[in-house]
Each structure stands twice: as structure tokens, then as C-alpha cells.
């Protein structure tokens, strides 16, 4: 993965440690937040996932009026409106007409497989039976709707077409996660359903209430900034000199430079000596930094619940010419990506949540709530608090092992399939976005390629564009508990493309003007891989035919010994993978001359026009010389030691081929013995030597061991503990 471990865990480590003094040397002092600006005070829904369960938190301005007092009043909460199916609604997982009240607040959880909109009542009361405190709360739960998935402009995909070079930068991929909310009527204004985050702003305006004036405050609901980078701020954040913008951006105007804050808000700075981590909680406004106004209600201010979405690369089906399944997944941080280049660096908080909410204090903190051990379903998959949007989770990593396409065979060295993390789960953030990190790498099927492949053992991929595809999936989850309605996924699926930049290539110029410089062309050779990466100190040998006077190496390249004895002149190539010779011929017509590109056994040739009335100018070759035209060039006993064979009249038998072993797969099973692991190796071997790893869920290697099996047939890895972290297994070759 891109963004390693330790870096994820000196983020968290940033996110929790206390900020105090950040504003200081800031300009100004930040102003702290309106009194007005409490969100106790008006009635912001909880929104949720169905299936999911809502912590609700009453009282706490109450029991400072109360004293003490507040435990002489008896409490109870109650479902008045429900919105859903009426056949099945929510249900209050403690008994809601016993309410305890704690030192701070009463609190209840209530839950709902179904989706739909509740009005839920608190109501308090003395021993007299006098009604003392009303509260009522909104809680809404939602279905998912199919995901977007798309392509962004970034890395290696600066356009967002989905097309890369190997080797290039990660690219990204974004999913959007919508819900809808049924209404069935009975909210006259909105209609059968309301989809968010889109339809925010007119639930705020048909259902907002709060305390003060007419009871009626849409613009309470502004609880979030946006997703644009647009600058600009408003008075009270303290953060410029006029003119002041009417909406804040809701960033890092401070000195401070984190995404974890401060951040400047409509009402002023979060608090300096406390971290900005989601998600939402109207119990925690301030010193708990998570309410985030900009002064405008907008889709935005939703506080969309975190998705689970499973994004996946398909496998390569193992048909002969599928060159599917390249490429692999990384993690793509929010913190990353949504940061101004200039100006005041992070700008679209939250970069991290607690998830579940309650998480954040499991005394006091409301909203999402889980049980800390579900025992018969998958629960929340985020092992540490607070999340850092996007970290991957549950990734399922590949290793295909090598083909037998050699990149060089003096070392030999076989290129690769493509390796790293095939399908990873991500968490939506509070605007219902997530993103995965797409990498092309440098591994593909090589094998299923239309490859030339000669007798020395080289693979040429001179003229192949497309070296390998991916199709990229997405499937919105429910995130915590299972329910009767199905995942969702994206209805599209974006194809990845990975082009080729492999060059071995011959050009011929003419060394400089006038008739005295036209008796000698200079003959280059150019290497590259598939990644544009230059094969640098790579022996080139030349030869020409009996037309050239004479070939000296160009100004600026050493002689080095012909590897194959026959007396070539050899050079090695420099740093942008290049090596020159001088070709000389005063009588006319054209010298063909090959290059030998030795550490791969790749060869080139071609035909280098010299004097007037000649034939057409040289021009750029990756011709591959024939058998006949190497004879031609270096003569019948030396055509071996450049092509692995001599002329065809000499050739007297085939070189045997060599045993072969390819990994099938390797597999971990849970069985009634415990868990343990089995592979297959298939090939003309009998035995092959293995080295298995075993990988958690956050990719972290476990363990590696080295085991020789049988070939063809399924094979048990004995005397191999399976620790119940570990989650996936590789197996390739061992050399």
C-alpha cells in the first residue's frame, strides 16, 4: 500500500494528541462560539443506516437547572410518529419507561431494521406527577441507494480517463453513497420519500425547530462546511481583514496546519485544545469540536452515517489471451487529497470519525452506537478509534507469482504478475464519500501477451501497447447489522487501462553537415522498460555488415569485452539508456547493422542509407533481424553466440526444455481440525519449492515460512500454526 502502516498510526497519534496553543501567533484571537449556535437547542436528526442502532442523549442543559434535583424526576421515552413500515418500526433496546439519569444525562438506544423517520418524545416528571422536561429528537433511518463510481483527475490519471502508463502514479477512484428516507405522506411538504444528502435543506425547512422566537430556524441545521476549496471568511472567524465573505470556508486559517484542527467555523475557531474528529454529536459541540457551520444550509449539512463500501479489482479469469486483473488498490487518506496547494492547506473536515459515534465518550457521546462484541455478525470492521477517512480495511491481497517472460536474462530475472491488494472496505465520510487509490504497478500477464519470445530466452515487448486492463467494482454495505434489504452495487464499473512505454529501438542520423561529414552516421540505441525507466550500464554489442569501412563507438561511450567472444564492439548504456556507435562508408548505398542488447538477448537492426542518389533516408527501426541477415552480418560460426542458434543448415537438435512450476493457488480453510492452509502448483516439475506468507487484515505479513510440495495436486502445509489474525495467504516460488 502506498501509505504505510507507521504513517497511519502517527496520523491517529496526531489526531488524538492535545493541540493546545495552536492559535497562538495566529491573527487575532479566534472568538469563541455563539451561545445561540447550541444544537441542544434545536432538533438535528440523528441519521443512520437501517440496522443500526442510535444512542439518544436528553437532559443535559436540564440537570444544570435540575441541580441536583434531577434525580428526584422519573423519565421515560416514547415513539409518537413513525414514518416507515407500519408493520415494523423501531424498537427501544432498554425498557423506555424506566430511564436511569446518570451524573450528566438520561440516554437510551433504539434501533430499526426498517427504514423510515421517527419522532421520538423524551418527557420527565416529578413525584407529584408535574411534567418538568420535554425533548423531542428525529432519528432517521435509510436504505442505500446504488453507489456512483468515478473517475478523478489525479496522479497518473491527471485527465480521469482511466488510462495510465505502467509504473505511473496512483490514480483515484471516488463512491458516493446516497440514502433515501420514506415519508409515506406524512410529512405533507416532502412527499413518498426524500433522498439524501441531497434533500437536507428542504427536511430542515419542513421539520427544524428550536426554543427561540417562532420555533421555526432552518438555518440550525447548518452543521457542516462543504466539499469546495473555495477561500473566504466571515468576521467572526477572525481569520482576515475585510471584506469578509458571507460563508465561511471552514479551514485551517490558523497557524496550526492539521487536518485535525482548528478550524474556523461561522461562529469562530473550534476549540484549539481539542482535535476536530467526526463524526457530528449535538452533545459535543464545542469543546467535543464537531459542529462545523459555514453560515450556509446546503446538501452539504447532512450528516450522512458511514457507509461500508467494498471496492474490488476482478480477477483474471486464467484464460490464454486474459490480460484482465492487473493493477491493485491503495489507500487514498482524505487528508491527501482534499488539501489547497496555496492559502490555508486543509480545508473539508472531518478528516476522521469515531465509528461508531458513541466511541468517542461511551458514557456521554451519542448518536451510532454498536455493541463492542457482535457476536454473530461482522459489526463495525475499524479495530482502532478514531477512523481516518480513507484507510483501507479487510484487504484481500494477490500475488500471482512470475511469468516466464524474462525482463534479463544475464542476471535472470522473469517479470512479474500483478501483486498487492486486490479488494479492500473503506468508510464513507460525513458527506457520504469515499475514495481507493488505484495503482497500475509494473506486473501483468505477460504470458498471455502476443510476445515474441526467441531462442536465447528474451522477451521482447517492442510494439505492445495495452500490457494489461482492470475493472474496478464497488458495493455499498450496510455497515453494522444485517438486514432483509440487498447491498448495493454500482451500477457502472470503470475499466483501467495500463499502456506500455517499452522502447528498443535503433536510429540513424548523419554525423553533420557537408559532403566530408556524410561518410559517417551516427547509430543509436535506445532502452527503456515498460515504465519509461531506462535499462542504464545494459552491454549493447554492434555489428555491421561487409558495406561499412569501419564503426567506432561515438565520443563518450568505453569499450567493454563482447560477453559472447566473437569480437563485437560493446558498449554499455548510459544513464538515459542510450549507446552510440559511428558508422563509416564512402562508396554509397547502405550498411545494415545490428544491436545486440544483451542483458535482455533482444536484438535490432537496421539499414543505414549513406551518399547521394542512395535510398531513402534512415529512419527509426525495431526491426528484428532475421537468422539470415545475422549470418549475413557476423557470419555463420559466430550466429549462436548472438541468436542461441547457428544458421538454419547447421542446426542439428532442440535444446531440452526446462522443468516448469507456476502456482495455482493458495488457500486458507477453516475446517473441523482448526484452520490451515493448502496450495497447488502446477507443471512439469515434480517438486517446487514454495515461500508462503501469512497476511491480516490490514495487509501486515505475519509470517513467512518456505515448504517444498508436490506438484499437480492439492497440497496440505503441515506443521504450520494459523493465528486466528491472519486472514489471507500468499505463496510464490522461492528462488
Known sequence: MRLRFAMLAAFVAALLLTVAGAAAGSIGTPPGPSAASDPMTTNVPYLAWA??????????????????????????????????DPFGGPVFTTDPTSVGCGDHNWVIDIASTRPGLAIVKFTAWDK????????????????????ALTELPFGGDAIGTGSYVAGADPGLVRVMVTGTLPLNNMIPALGVSLTLPSGWEALAGAMATTDDGTGKDPMRWDIHDD?????GHVSAADCQIAPFSAVDAVDTCYTAKSPSGPFSTFFGSTDPDHPVIGPFDPVFPFWGTTLLSNGRLDWGDAPMPAARVDVAITPNTGGATDISGAGSLADAWKSEYYVRATGHTFYAPFYAAFIPATARSWDDGSGIDAARDAQNFPGFLNEENPYVFWDGLQAVNWDNGATTCKTTVTPLVYRNEPAGVSAVSVYTDEHGEAQVAFEPGTGFFFDNLPVIKNLNGGCDLQGIDVLGTASITAVARYPYQPVTMPDRPAPTT???????????????????????????QIVTASARDIDGTPFADEVVCFSAD???????????????TDPSGIGRLCTTTDSAGKAAVEVMNSNGGRVDVIAHFVDEQLLRHIFVNF??????????STSVPTQQQVVAVVGAANAAAVTGQAAPATKTGVKAKKATAKVAYARLVKGQLGRY?????????????LKIKLVNGKGKVLLTTTRTVKTNKQVPIKNLKVAKTVTSVRAVLSA
Open 227 to 231: 466539499m469546495l476549496a473555495t477561500e
Open 494 to 520: 470503470l475499466v483501467k487501462t495500463i499502456h506500455s512505454d517499452f522502447d528498443k529501438s535503433l536510429t540513424a542520423v548523419p554525423k553533420g553537415p557537408g559532403s566530408d561529414n556524410a561518410v559517417a
Open 611 to 620: 551518399g547521394e542518389g542512395a535510398a531513402a533516408p534512415s529512419v527509426p
Open 546 to 560: 561487409h558495406n561499412a569501412e569501419s564503426m567506432v563507438l561515438k565520443a563518450g561511450y568505453a569499450k567493454v
Open 128 to 147: 407529584e406527577g408535574n411534567l418538568a422536561i420535554d425533548h423531542q429528537f428525529l432519528v432517521g433511518w435509510m436504505t442505500l441507494n446504488d453507489p
Open 677 to 689: 492452509i493448502v496450495v497447488r502448483v502446477n507443471g512439469t516439475a515434480t517438486k517446487a519449492a
Open 51 to 84: 440496522g443500526e442502532q442510535v444512542k439518544l442523549v436528553a437532559g443535559t442543559d436540564e440537570i444544570r437547572r435540575f441541580g441536583r434535583d434531577h434525580y428526584k424526576l422519573e423519565a421515560k421515552f416514547s415513539i409518537e410518529a413513525w414514518t416507515g
